[in-house]
């Protein structure tokens, strides 16, 4: 019972089973499995080279198919093959053996001997000799062995297989083992990622599972890559898409620049897990910086980072990061430790975090937790932009409700450290709030198409500073409104009753002012609008324009909320969405007055082929009926509001192919003058290749210390400067204050299949004082980037930026 | 000047079903401009829908736009990108995964962190409208594509 249970196995050409050289009985396709006892047979087999005209012969008809010629062996890195194209007409789960020649006995042992090839599913092993013992389902292949399974290669000297169970040994094998990369993103398109290398002996263990002794590892295409993960032994587990590589260096141009003893690395470009490379670069904060980062995977869904970093200024940090998913929950700790900062003298840390959970199918929880020991905590020790700027860190948890029909609820409790580096620049602590409960009624399919809306609230509002008032205010909006929409216009009338009271506990020094007071104001707005189109065609393309007038009228009067103090409460950036909104105050101690009508006017060309936009420009004003008397502080300018009419302008989209514009225009009508500008323009004719101009004013923007005013000329781009090289840069100056406050520049390389880059970064933290740092990286495709990473810094401040050595599927360019 | 008052976006499929709840702010928005094309309904079911609407994602996100001397944030840049896909009833893309950006500006203040969310909030709401009338001319143009 040898070779019971063993697919058909099909012989071309076929053993000779009688007298005359060849078969005859029946063709090899309709081979049976072989019987329970073996059949030796009739004669010992010669070698026999079957006639091409024989139709008694393979499967296949043709009976001597020469094998493709593998690789010389020399050449020890392959080139990639293309997919095994194993013979159509072989059944799944059948064996076809292909040779000059084929000797041995059936059920067996068989040896093909010249151009040998044995076929199964996408399996193809070619080599000058290939035994194959039938009963255990296994080959032994010698001389320029070729096996191709689906997309991967790996060629040899030698190997023996068991072909069914895709285990097996190659010596000295090259290898290239090729995946699809699973979009991260729904609807992005795939790419492959191939792996390749040699090793002393590679062992396969089963379907996905490769175990290599003395190999090497790359993403590099090249024969001789530029870089690679030399290993003692190193495992590819393509079903987990990561490798371990044990007793390990990383080689770059032929010099190793990483050594580790155990590591793991993504097989595939996945970067959340796999090897974490030490970061270096160099700040007037920290100096010299050195980090090294410890990546232990715990279990599947738990892992921790632990990082120390050293700065040679300040001394030794220890960085700490835990990370966790479950069924109903997710969460992400870090925490950041100094015994002690050379420079200050003092302990230094930082504790974050982030949790959420799913308690029951309609309940969610989460935590949000952040907190560092000193004011100058992220001035020091970070040179992250987004970091240092921090004013607020946010400490609050949170429980929300959705009945999943028309009405939801949430309670939270809020609050922040502020932080205050900068004693000529004092931000004053926001007021927290414990508890804000929230209550939303939403149905959208009252009879008649009416739609009704609740927005209830309540709020404590605590300061740990005794001089402000605290308060609970209860407040309940429900409005009423009659969406009336057909595909030339709209027509939105609505109408609301805004209802607040406030108990208030008072400083001292507003004794007099009332602790009690209530806040009842109706609110009415009609919203409409327009739209037009026609055919039109500018600089010989083809375009619908649009013309979309838009009329919004608000009707709320006045009440006096002068002794309201101002607990959540400023006013909007004027915008078009600002003139379009009910009230000019967020948050809810002010309700603005109002007796005004707001026009604008929208035009789009829009592309006729795909619906895509391509242009817009919009203007708009407001009319006021009556000057408003509501504002922010008792006596305060904003009273006059009443009489400004600004018109408001925008201009964005692409002018042509390469050439897009984006644009903003406040004019105060009544003062006849601008109160902001923005323009922004970019010339990007390709990939990575990006220009920008952009001019920001602001005549009453408020900027340090209180000072009004914003004058910004800021220039940047990326532009490739031969030979690989690309220069990258930005120069932020602010002409009112006659100083560059941020300044970038960098120059990239990319190396095919690795790319190096270098940025200085400057920007101001304070009025005398600047952060400086320089990022160095060299990235390994697919594999890692060795140093701090400026790709972040790059791809926030140069618009159009683009990543070099992006994959081609991945260069996401004139998206529209 | 030739502008015409626009006609129905009719759409080339009679049912259509949307990956996102009618109670959902999100979902009733679609359904309120499926409505205005006169020739499309709304199907909860999505086996018996002619097309399936898919919104695959909704992504928010800010940068700064420019600091001040003392390099605290003056002006936030907001950007949302929605993306969708039209897919017909046997699951081929009609619309293959389409992303579309907005963004809006405000100035910050340290010093009004409370109601600077809320103003995010209000420009997010702004932009939402935005991109849905864009996806709809684009479900409006696939129609003349087939």
């Known amino acids: 019972a040898l070779a019971a249970g063993l697919p058909p196995l099909l012989v071309s050409p076929d053993l000779v089973r009688d007298g005359r050289g060849a078969s005859t009985s029946r063709p090899a396709a309709a081979l049976q499995p072989a019987p329970a006892k073996p059949v030796p047979a009739t004669q010992p087999v010669p070698a026999v080279r079957a006639p091409s005209a024989s139709g008694a012969t393979g499967g296949s008809g043709a009976a001597v198919t020469p094998a493709p010629s593998p690789g010389p062996v020399a050449d020890r890195a392959p080139v990639p093959q293309p997919v095994a194209t194993p013979d159509p007409s072989l059944a799944a789960g059948d064996t076809l ?34 035994t194959y013992r039938e009963p255990v389902d296994e080959a032994v292949a010698e001389g320029n062995v070729v096996l191709r399974a689906g997309q991967d290669t790996i060629t040899g000297p030698k190997a023996t297989l068991v072909i069914g169970e895709s285990t097996g040994e190659f010596e000295t094998p090259s290898y290239t083992l090729t995946r699809d990369r699973t979009p991260t993103v729904a609807g992005e398109t795939n790419r492959k990622v191939s792996g390749s290398g040699n090793a002393d002996v590679l062992r396969l263990e ?14 590099c295409q090249a024969t001789d890559p530029d870089w690679y993960i030399k290993a003692r032994e190193l495992e590819l587990d393509y079903d987990r898409e ?121 309940l969610y929880g989460s935590l949000d937790f952040n907190s560092v020991s000193d004011d100058s905590y992220f001035e020091d020790l970070s040179s992250r932009i987004s970091l240092a700027s921090q004013v607020h860190l946010l400490r609050q948890g949170s429980l929300s409700y959705s009945s999943g029909s028309w009405w939801s609820a949430s309670a939270l409790v809020q609050s922040y450290q502020t932080l205050n580096p900068d004693p000529d620049s004092i931000t004053a602590t926001p007021y927290r709030r414990v508890p804000q409960l929230l209550f939303n009624a939403y149905r959208p399919d009252l009879p008649g198409g009416l739609v009704f809306d609740l927005d209830a609230e309540y709020v404590r509002f605590a300061h740990p500073d005794k001089i402000y008032a605290e308060a609970d205010r209860l407040t309940a909006y429900p409005q009423m409104s009659l969406p009336l929409q057909g595909a030339a216009w709209f027509l939105t009338p609505k109408a609301g009753f805004h209802a607040s009271s406030y108990e208030i506990d008072r400083p001292a020094a507003d004794a007099g002012k009332p602790d009690s007071i209530s806040r009842n104001v109706p ?6 609008g327009l739209f037009f189109e026609r055919d039109t065609s500018w600089f010989g393309t083809n375009f619908v324009q649009t013309l979309e007038p838009r009329l919004f009228y608000l009707r709320v009067p006045e009440r006096d909320q002068r002794d309201i103090p101002l607990f959540d409460t400023t006013l909007y950036t004027q915008s078009f969405a600002e003139i379009f909104s009910e009230n000019r105050y967020s948050g809810g101690d002010r309700i603005g007055d109002a007796n005004d009508l707001t026009a604008a006017v929208t035009t789009r ?36 509001a009443g009489g400004r009419t600004d018109v408001l302008a925008g201009l964005g989209g692409k002018l042509t192919q390469h050439v897009s514009v984006d644009s903003y225009l406040q004019y105060d009508t009544g003062e006849g003058q601008t109160e902001r500008f923005n323009a922004t323009m970019r010339y990007q004719p390709a990939y990575a290749k990006a220009l920008n101009v952009s001019y920001r004013y602001g005549r009453n923007v408020i900027g340090y210390g209180g000072e009004l005013g914003l004058e910004d000329l800021d220039v940047s781009g990326q532009w490739p400067i031969g030979r690989g090289w690309y220069g990258v840069g930005r120069v932020t100056r602010s002409l009112k204050e006659n100083r560059v406050t941020e300044a970038i520049g960098g120059l990239e390389y990319d ?56 994959s081609s599927a991945d260069r996401v360019f004139g998206v529209d | ?115 600077k969310a809320q103003e995010e909030t209000l420009l997010y709401e702004d932009m939402q409208k935005d991109l849905l009338q864009q996806m709809m001319r684009r479900l409006a143009a696939a129609e003349r594509a087939s």
């Open chain 1, 242 to 362: 990561v490798g371990t590589a044990h007793g390990g260096s990383i080689v770059f141009q032929d010099v190793p620049i990483f050594w580790m003893p155990w590591a793991e690395f993504p097989l595939s470009g996945q970067r959340q897990s796999g090897l974490l490379p030490p970061t270096f670069g160099s700040s007037n904060k920290t100096g010299a910086d050195l980090a090294v980062p410890y990546y232990w995977n715990i279990a599947p869904n738990y892992d921790a980072t632990i990082t120390p970093r050293l700065m040679s200024r300040r001394g030794m940090q220890l960085g700490g990061e835990f990370r966790y998913l479950g069924e109903t929950y997710r969460g992400e700790s870090r925490v950041e430790w100094m015994a002690k900062d050379n420079v200050t003298g003092e302990e230094r840390t930082l504790a974050s975090i982030q949790h959420q959970q799913r308690i029951t199918p309609n």
């Open chain 1, 751 to 806: 190396g095919g299949c690795w790319a190096f880059r270098v940025a200085v970064h400057r920007f101001a933290i304070e009025r005398d004082d600047v952060s400086q740092a320089i990022y160095v990286q060299l990235e390994l495709n697919d594999l890692a980037g060795i140093g701090s990473n400026p790709l972040s810094l790059l791809t926030r401040s140069v618009p159009g930026y683009g990543k070099i050595n992006a």
């Open chain 2, 1 to 115: 000047c030739g502008f015409r008052l626009r006609g129905p976006q009719r759409l080339d499929f009679a049912t259509l079903h949307v990956n996102v709840g009618e109670l959902t702010e999100l979902g009733a928005s679609i359904r309120r401009l499926i409505a205005t094309t006169g020739s499309t309904t709304i199907v909860e079911d999505a086996a018996q829908a002619d097309a399936r609407l898919q919104i695959l994602g909704i992504d928010r996100g800010r940068e700064i736009l420019s600091l001040t001397g003392a390099g605290k944030v003056r002006e936030y840049q907001l950007r949302q990108t929605l993306r969708f896909q039209l897919l017909d009833k046997s699951g081929k893309a009609v619309i293959p995964p389409t992303s579309m950006s907005a963004s809006r500006e405000y100035t910050f203040d340290d010093s009004q962190v409370l109601g």
């Open chain 1, 523 to 528: 609110i009415l707005s009609i919203d409409s």
């Open chain 1, 97 to 130: 053996i292909k040779a000059q020649r084929i000797l041995g006995t059936r059920s067996v042992e068989l040896v093909a001997d010249g151009d040998a090839e044995l076929q199964r599913d996408d399996t193809v092993l070619t080599a000058d000799r290939v």
């Open chain 1, 605 to 640: 060309l829009i592309d006729p082929e795909t619906g895509a936009e391509r242009l817009r420009a919009l203007v708009g004003q407001r009319y006021y009926f009556s000057d408003q008397e509501v504002g922010l502080f008792e006596g305060q300018e904003l009273i006059q």
């Open chain 1, 206 to 219: 089963g379907e996905n599972q490769y175990r290599l002794e003395n190999a090497t590892w790359s993403t």
